[in-house]
């Protein structure tokens, strides 16, 4: 039997890997063993793309060549990668030579906070090398992008830095030869690799675990078939066996340790693949998804009369998971996770069973072949089947196929609903579409539903053409299929309907251009162009390097994984701690066992409540109590009971899913603001705000509206999760913190472990996205792994997994809100009146609906307002600051009134926001006098700019056309006051002798928005010199004590007023010095000063108190979404968004663009595809992994992305007269929901029903898009008369 150990190439360097390591995954093996971070890690499911790797190894079928693919390390066990030649980010470049990829990344500014980075990275630098030889195309790399999120960028400049290693792109075109793809890094000097020292490459080293890995499975990696047979009937007969192909199938079902893992590859068997001009082709059970799909394409291409169906199938595979997955995941792999799983709508199964696919398998005693759904009965277990081949035969050419795919975004995610079809179609009589033979299969439906049987029944020898065998069809399958309630899933009634809606394109297919032109429109699904983008902004040279269009300062470093997060860090001797987390929402604990957790291998310690030598209560005065670890009580699904401390982390979330909680008193949680108003849970009462007398005006308008709306919560979806590591010291605690609040860490955790705040010192140099998640919560991660680290006496990290992360971390708060509004027949606004329940969950601490008192009246003048805020206790997880939190909010209410009193007067919305812009003088609702205010010119511009009215009229004439497309185009205008109240920040700048080196430590955290850059700039401008001087230092209790967190946009403008603050003192105290020594270098004057004695540091403190009103001067901005929808699926495209932004003077003009797209996106995906949902019983988040929660891709941005910076707008009263950018982008992007809105009207047209207002609640999800257009099969027909010549032969093309 061959050996179970590995022999592992990573960057050139050879490792021997040993069977202690069976259950440790390549990305462990390189974070962690190797301490190669630069691979990232979040969701560990295959769901984000941080992991990707590229990979090579042998190709079994063609001796001397290799296979190249990128793949997600984080599903890889390292055992598995034998014989493979890995590269990771560390041996592509450096930052003293990165590669063209990392420099052209770092050129257009593709990364933010750069966690996502090295995985794009690594995801391009494999598809180059998969590409060499052929032509990469600008659609090619924009397709292979599935598999990587990033929440920063909004993808835009990623794609373009990639793009320009197309041939076909229109940017200069880098040769591949050329770009360095090639170039192998030394492992040993980070030099690019000479090749001479490949004798000392050939060494092998042994890599021995320096801890109990806890490996609780044996690995084997038989050769043959025959070795294998005897495995399973020898040594592991009667064992539960893992049959390792590419190990992706634990990222949809882990079900549970195994006792051996047996890897496949290496046998040859099973990778074979075979074609016969009549036997058909026949592909080995390890082919890998993404070879499946080439293997399929040949022959479609060269035989389409016999093999034109396997084009379909190729087109279907292709949207299974994502590139790397694809690369990764065998066809046998998914089906036998059909076989585990019934429910799990598979895509292969799908694909097979349509395709009659013959699956061979086999046994010690021989081979037998069965049907894709007969596998799914087949006996496995005894004597042990393994699957070794499929088989594809040639069809007939009169066999229509075609497959479905519907998901909740537009790529890497599992079917809503997902269908095949074929049939047999008999066209030769006139007029008629005869069917022979039929099969209608489904997934997502119910665990047994394959087949619709009785409709297929129904359709043999029945002609399809005419209206009545539809109708009757459509009938029998909506009372056929019987969906399953799944609660993470969409709702019966969308699934049905969505079942029924695929088989009427098919039947519309079917009949082929004989049937209604409008009608037709429902055929096929929405085409994506090419993404393409424009980005347009001012720049003064004269200012330089203020204004300069520069990528970040850390860009270089974050795509060469070179920059360090505090998740990264690690030692051998430093402790881990996981949460064991509440599994109900609202109930008394009684007990809490933590004897199984102790048995764990490198389980250190189990900590409850008790422990606590200080107070159980992360939160300073003053703030709302909130407890540690939960002591009597738990007031949601998700909160932290114990924490468990462990030498690994496997080790620490091995041993807290060991602890045993014990539950009395278990009430049924309050989940939604419409739970909390009927239980009034809600916190003490907030006084209304009034302007003029809302009611009455009401009441005397000509015209009222009034109406509800729910609007859901978000996930921050940071890609670096929650994280602190913290190492006790004789003075205290030395805490490193993930945190946008370094102040509010540093009180936890000294209120937790009862000791002086000046005992602990508090640092954060960088953080892997945010968005606000990390401004108040981080301190519970902080304190908790001080905590441990207290009372072990050892340096603790803990880093909350993805999925603990989602389900203890509060979120976007969600809302309620009732509405009534009064106005005059133009639209003029008389009185609004806005009714608002905030979900807080179980804590009010942050909450963010005073915003509606700021930001509420958007951009609108009306004399009187009134609204009414109330804060709702439920038992979610407390809500906290979401990127615009409150703003958002506010913004989409007004909007969705304005919207409301459009559709009332039966006017374009545009009109009537227009008619009610704020002009000078104007009084808005914080009672301040709008100045500086030229919205109306500037909405104006923009609507002759994005050409509004012709695109308005192209809409209708599309509408007026298609039945079942439908477009839609809506404009947000903006006013978003911004505060600078209460927003407390210092800096530290520090300038050095010997060479005039400046240092700068301010009190804003580096979230990815680009503080330090725009710092860097103004320090750079201020003081006369080149930035290559500057360095910014992380973010310190010490140096930046008591700042207050970085958030509400306004963080970067502050701290570069007190660093600009800074310079001034140093200029006063150097310039009589500079201007005596004229003519001489920086340096020198320096040096001049140090040696008369001068200080060359100086700190400054901003507390700016504007006055007693809150905004301190406001940014405008308009953003025009054109959108397309599918009625009958409820998908849909952004083909074009426009931004118009007012940034002031841009400090730093990329940067500025960089956080406006990013705003746009993830705004973007908090109207359309994230979406929230709670199990009902217990409160648990249903929605806590990558497979259900759906933030954006790079095919959900809009296909065509125009972002401009207002042009000549110099902030009177600004930092050097810039304005805020990070959140108010993202305030606008309510008008995507407005132009699905105006599409869903338009469908709703088609029923008479188009002039009727109907409550809209956000997001506008597919399910939720498909509903309110209100599509119904008795609307299903061909058109309005039954087609009468019918004389095309079927032509079967694709
Ligand atoms: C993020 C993500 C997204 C996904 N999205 C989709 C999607 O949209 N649509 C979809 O259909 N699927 C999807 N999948 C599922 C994916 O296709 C499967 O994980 C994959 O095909 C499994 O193949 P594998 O080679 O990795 O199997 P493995 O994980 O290696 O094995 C899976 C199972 O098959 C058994 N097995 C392996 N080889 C054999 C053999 N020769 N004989 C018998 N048993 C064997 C193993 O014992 C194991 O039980 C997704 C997966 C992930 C991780
Ligand atoms: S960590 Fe591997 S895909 Fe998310
Ligand atoms: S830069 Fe992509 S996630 Fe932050």
Not at 303 to 326: C, E, F, G, T
Not at 509 to 534: F, K
Not at 771 to 777: A, D, L
Request: net charge neutral.
């Amino acid at each position: 039997m061959a050996s179970s150990s590995a022999l592992v190439t990573i960057n050139n360097v050879k490792y021997s890997v040993g069977e202690a390591y069976s259950d440790t995954t390549l990305n462990q093996f390189l974070r962690k063993t190797l301490g190669l971070t630069g691979t990232k890690v979040l969701c560990r499911e295959g769901g984000c793309g941080v992991c990707v790797v590229y990979v090579e190894e042998p190709d079994p079928n063609q001796p001397g060549s290799t296979i190249k693919r990128s793949i997600n390390s984080c599903l890889c066990p390292i055992l598995s990668c034998d014989g493979w030649n890995i590269t990771t980010v560390e041996g592509t470049g450096n930052q003293k030579k990165p590669s063209q990829l990392q420099q052209q990344l770092t050129s257009h500014n593709g990364t933010q906070c750069g966690y996502c980075t090295p995985g794009m990275v690594m995801n391009m630098h494999a598809l180059t090398k998969m590409s060499e030889g052929q032509k990469l195309t600008e659609q090619t790399v924009e397709n292979s992008f599935d598999g990587n999120i990033c929440r920063c960028t909004g993808y835009r400049p990623i794609l373009d830095a990639f793009k320009t290693f197309a041939h076909d792109s229109k940017s200069k075109l880098l040769d591949l030869e050329d770009v360095g793809l090639s170039l192998q890094i030394c492992p040993k000097n980070g030099s690019p690799c000479s090749g001479r020292c490949h004798h000392e490459h050939d060494s092998i080293t042994e890599v021995l675990p320096t801890h109990d890995l806890g490996a609780s499975s044996s690995w084997y990696r038989p050769k043959s078939l025959a070795e294998l047979y005897t495995l399973l009937e020898g040594p592991l007969k009667g064992k539960k066996v893992f049959l390792v192909a590419g190990h992706t199938s634990v990222g949809v079902y882990d079900d549970g340790p195994c006792d051996a893992l047996v890897d496949t590859k290496k046998i040859v068997e099973l990778t074979q693949i075979t074609t016969d001009a009549t036997e058909g082709v026949t592909v080995g059970a390890n082919v890998s998804l993404t070879h499946l799909i080439q293997v399929l394409r040949e022959p479609a291409a060269k035989n389409p009369a016999q093999y034109h169906y396997m084009d379909v199938l190729a087109d279907h595979i292709s949207k299974v998971a994502s590139v790397p997955i694809r690369n990764a995941a065998s066809w046998t792999g998914n089906l036998m996770l059909k076989r585990a799983h019934n429910e799990f709508p598979s895509d292969v199964f799908l694909c097979f069973e349509l395709a009659e696919a013959v699956i061979t398998i086999g046994n010690k005693d021989g081979t037998s072949s069965v049907s894709p759904s007969q596998l799914l009965t087949t006996n496995f277990d005894d004597p042990k089947q393994v699957i070794l081949k499929a088989t594809f035969h040639p069809k007939p050419s009169n066999v229509l196929y075609r497959t479905y795919k519907i998901m909740p975004r537009s790529q890497n995610s599992h079917a809503l609903v997902n269908a095949g079809f074929r049939a047999e179609v008999d066209s030769y009589q006139t007029g008629k579409r005869i069917i022979r033979s039929i099969a209608l299969i489904f997934g997502n439906i119910n665990p047994s539903f394959i087949y619709a049987i009785h409709t297929q029944k129904f359709l043999i020898e029945a002609d399809m053409a005419d209206p009545a065998v539809l109708q009757g069809a459509l009938g029998r399958l909506r009372n056929e299929l019987q969906p399953k309630a799944y609660p993470a899933e969409p709702s019966l009634e969308y699934r049905t309907n969505l079942a029924c809606a695929l088989f009427y394109k098919f039947a519309l297919e079917i009949l082929g251009d004989v049937a209604d032109q409008r009608y037709r429109s429902a055929v096929g699904q929405l085409v994506r162009p090419l993404s393409s983008g424009q980005q347009d902004y001012p720049t003064e040279p004269k200012n330089y390097p203020l204004t300069l269009p520069i990528p970040k300062l850390e860009s270089v470093v974050q795509c060469t994984g070179q920059a360090k997060y505090i998740s990264d860090m690690d030692s051998s001797t430093m402790l881990h701690a996981a949460f064991v987390l509440s599994e109900q929402g609202s109930a008394d604990i009684t007990q809490i066992d933590s004897t199984n957790a102790l048995k764990v291998n490198g389980v250190v310690r189990v900590i409850t409540s008790i422990d606590i030598p200080g107070s159980n209560n992360f939160v300073a005065p003053p703030g709302v109590a909130e407890e540690l670890l939960a002591s009597r009580q738990v007031v949601f699904a998700g909160q932290p009971v114990a924490i468990v401390v462990a030498t690994s982390q496997v080790a620490a979330e091995n041993g807290a899913k060991q602890v045993k909680a014990v539950y009395a008193n278990v009430k049924t949680p309050i989940l939604t603001c419409q739970d909390a108003i009927q239980a009034k849970s809600f916190y003490p009462a907030i006084d209304d705000l009034k302007v003029g007398d809302a009611e009455a005006a009401i009441a005397s308008a000509p015209h009222q509206v009034k109406g509800s709306m729910e609007l859901g919560g978000q996930m921050h979806f940071y890609m670096e999760t929650q994280v602190a590591v913290c190492t006790p010291t004789e003075d205290g605690m030395d805490v490193e913190a993930g945190t946008q609040w370094v102040d509010a860490v540093q009180d936890g955790v000294a209120q937790v472990l009862a000791m002086n705040k000046s005992s602990i010192n508090v640092s954060c140099k960088r953080v892997g996205g945010a968005y606000g998640g990390k401004i108040t919560r981080n301190t519970w991660i902080a304190a908790s792994a001080a905590l441990a680290a207290q009372l072990t006496g050892r340096q603790v990290k803990m880093h909350l997994s993805f999925w603990d992360n989602a389900k203890l971390v509060g979120k976007r708060n969600p809302y309620h809100t009732e509405y009534h509004a009064g106005f005059d027949a133009d639209g003029k606004l008389q009185g609004v009146y806005i009714n608002a329940y905030v979900d807080c969950g179980a804590a009010p601490n942050d909450n963010p609906i005073s915003g509606l008192g700021t930001w509420g009246d958007n951009a609108y003048f009306c004399p009187n307002w009134k609204f009414s805020m109330t804060a709702c206790k439920t038992n979610t997880p407390p809500n906290t600051w979401t990127r615009a939190p409150g703003s958002t909010e506010a913004i989409y209410f007004i909007e969705h009134v304005m919207e409301h009193i459009a559709k009332f007067l039966n006017k374009p919305s545009i009109d009537v926001k227009y008619l009610n812009l704020f002009k000078n003088g104007d009084k808005c609702i914080t009672g301040q006098t709008i100045d500086n205010c030229n919205l109306t010119d500037l909405t104006q511009q923009f609507l002759k700019n994005v050409e509004y009215q012709k695109r308005f009229n192209a809409v209708q004439i599309f509408n007026k056309e298609s039945r079942w497309r439908k477009k839609g185009i809506s404009v947000t205008p903006m006013k978003y006051g911004v505060v600078w109240n209460s927003n407390l920040y210092n800096c530290f700048v520090t300038i050095f002798h010997n060479g005039g080196a400046v240092a700068v430590a301010h009190g804003g955290s580096e979230i990815g928005q680009g503080i330090n850059t725009k710092v860097a700039q103004a320090v750079a401008y201020e003081l006369g010199i080149s930035m290559e001087l500057i360095s910014i230092k992380p973010n310190m209790s010490l140096t930046n004590a008591n700042a207050t967190s970085t958030g509400g946009s306004v963080t970067s403008e502050l701290v570069t007023l007190a660093a600009l603050d800074c310079c001034k003192q140093l200029l006063s105290r150097i310039n009589p010095t500079r201007q005596a020594m004229q003519g001489k270098s920086w340096p020198e004057v320096i040096e001049k000063c140090f040696t008369d004695g001068m200080d060359l540091t100086a700190r400054s403190w901003v507390a700016p108190k504007t006055d007693v009103a809150p905004i301190y001067y406001n940014t405008w901005g308009v953003t025009c979404t054109e959108v397309e929808i599918d009625v009958l699926t409820g998908e849909h495209q952004i083909l074009r968004l426009d931004v118009l932004h007012d940034c002031g003077e841009s400090m730093s003009p990329l940067i500025d663009i960089g956080q406006i797209e990013g705003a746009v996106v993830m705004g973007l995906g908090y109207y359309t595809s994230e979406q929230l949902k709670y199990d009902e019983k217990s409160g648990q988040l249903l929605t806590y992994n990558t497979w259900y929660y759906k933030p954006p891709t790079t095919k959900d941005i809009p296909a065509d992305f125009r972002v401009q910076i207002l042009k000549n707008a110099p902030n009177p009263v600004g930092v050097l007269r810039s304005k805020v950018v990070a959140e108010p982008p993202l305030c606008m992007t309510c008008s995507v929901v407005f132009a699905l809105r105006n599409a869903c009207d338009a469908a709703r047209q088609e029923i008479g029903k188009g002039r009727e207002w109907f409550q809209l609640d956000a997001p506008m999800t597919v399910e939720r898009t498909q509903g309110y257009c209100l599509p119904d099969i008795s609307q299903y027909t061909y058109g309005p008369t039954k087609p009468t010549k019918i004389s095309l032969r079927l032509r079967l093309t694709r």
